[in-house]
Structure formats: C-alpha cells, structure tokens
C-alpha cells in the first residue's frame, strides 16, 4: 500500500493525497486495472461454483475453475479491520468487505482517522497513479 501524505483542514478531518504507484499489470490483471483507470471496480466470479473472488486471477480459489468472469462492482462495501499509523503522516490500511462478498486490502482516505469503526460503510474512491491506471482506496459513506 501506499503512504498518503496527509493535511488537515479546519474540521480536523485529515485530507490525504495518496502518493502512488502505478501496479505491475500481467495479462491475467489487465482487464481489471483498465477498468480502474474508467472508475470501475471488478472483482471475478466464478461461473462453476458461483462465488465471487478478489484479487483478480484466472483460476477460482474456492473451486480451482478458469470458468470466471469479471463482475463489475457498486464500489460500496464495509470496513472489515483497519489500523492507523501515525508514524510521519498518519494513514490508513483497511481490510473492506464488498457489497459483492470479496473482502480486499486498501487504504482509508479522505477521513477522519480517529472517527473509523469496524463495520462502518464505505465507497470506492479511484486515486489516479498517472500512468494509465487508477488505485481502489476507500472513504467512508
């Protein structure tokens, strides 16, 4: 994950600008990160027994089938854990359970840092890398 550089404005919320990099894409992940760059969240499904999975590959891994699709998602889900750090510019990694069932690592931003709860709902929030790709980081509903 990416550390974000952090401010605060009058409220106290922290307002972080991630600092990204862009993700190594394969064939295997390139659909999925061309979507990013569009706004659009996909995780796979699998088409033998159903379920949905994150992080994107081919074989299904509750079933071992390259029977899968990409599904695209709401981009809303809830926070699973998460932990701050508040070492140099505070953030935040979380764990976030999808609308659609796939639980991913991400970061938290846009929010204020001591206000977080487990189970609390989020949205996605695309952070733009600048090279033809964007990060899923989400902000609290």
């Known amino acids: 994950m990416s550390q974000p550089e952090a401010t605060k404005d009058k409220s106290n919320k922290i307002k972080q600008k991630p600092k990204v990099r862009a993700p190594r894409v394969n064939s295997e992940t390139q659909a999925f990160w061309d979507a990013t760059a569009q706004g659009k969240l996909l995780v796979k499904r699998c088409n033998a027994c159903g379920e949905n999975h994150f992080y994107p590959r081919t074989f299904c891994p ?38 659609e069932g796939p ?39």
């Open 103 to 141: 639980t991913m690592m991400t970061n938290l931003i846009d929010c204020d840092l001591d206000a977080l709860t487990i189970g609390q709902p989020v949205k996605v929030n695309f952070v733009d890398t600048g090279e033809g790709t964007a990060l899923p980081f989400f902000t609290p509903v």
């Open 62 to 99: 509750f079933c071992f089938s390259d029977d899968t699709e990409y599904l695209e998602c709401s981009g809303l889900g809830v926070i699973y854990s998460y932990s701050v750090t508040r070492r140099g510019e505070p953030y935040a990694i979380a764990y976030v359970t999808l609308d």
